[in-house]
């Protein structure tokens, strides 16, 4: 099986994307992340650089998504997603406790605010259970 590698991209610059483009702006992206301004911009400013593309523009309502960055929004979630699907993974084979992250955020009113927190498999498994 041929393995094909992206030098240059990093999880951390998709995930800072990801939410600059699902919140709207650089400030609430690096509240919910935990890291300065700086660091989310030149996260940003390193994805832009290495695809060739500015994937978001400033606008009045806050950044917003150009065509490349319309593309690659779905597929920087799903690899985001991954990366945090194989951390559980392999929490879950250590016995250890998933890690838990809970993000609210409104584009509107408050500013986003996210929690870490360590749960056992039941509670993960029945926080992603459907309603009955």
Same mark, same amino acid.
């Given at each position: !099986?041929? @393995?094909?590698?992206?030098?240059?991209?990093?999880?951390?610059?998709? /995930?800072?994307? +990801?939410?600059?483009?699902?919140?709207?702006?650089? #400030?609430?992206?690096? #509240? +919910?992340?935990?890291?300065? /301004?700086?660091?989310?911009?030149?996260?940003? &400013? &390193?994805?832009?650089?290495?695809?060739?593309? =500015?994937?978001?523009?400033?606008?009045?309502?806050? !950044?917003?998504?150009?065509?490349?960055? #319309?593309?690659? +929004?779905?597929?920087?979630?799903? !690899?985001?997603?991954?990366?945090? /699907?194989?951390?559980?993974? @392999?929490?879950?084979?250590?016995?250890?406790? /998933?890690?838990?992250? +809970?993000?609210?955020?409104?584009?509107?009113?408050? =500013?986003?605010?996210?929690?870490?927190?360590?749960?056992?498999?039941?509670? !993960?498994?029945?926080?992603?259970?459907?309603?009955?």
């Amino acid at each position: !099986m041929a @393995i094909a590698y992206v030098r240059g991209v990093t999880l951390t610059q998709l /995930e800072a994307f +990801v939410l600059v483009a699902r919140l709207g702006s650089v #400030k609430a992206a690096a #509240k +919910v992340l935990g890291v300065s /301004e700086p660091a989310v911009s030149g996260a940003l &400013a &390193a994805l832009r650089q290495h695809l060739g593309d =500015p994937l978001l523009q400033r606008s009045p309502a806050g !950044m917003e998504l150009t065509p490349g960055g #319309k593309r690659l +929004v779905t597929i920087a979630s799903q !690899m985001v997603n991954l990366a945090v /699907e194989a951390e559980a993974a @392999i929490r879950d084979a250590q016995g250890a406790p /998933e890690l838990l992250r +809970v993000v609210a955020a409104s584009r509107d009113s408050q =500013p986003p605010t996210a929690s870490r927190r360590r749960c056992s498999p039941s509670v !993960m498994r029945a926080s992603s259970s459907p309603p009955t």
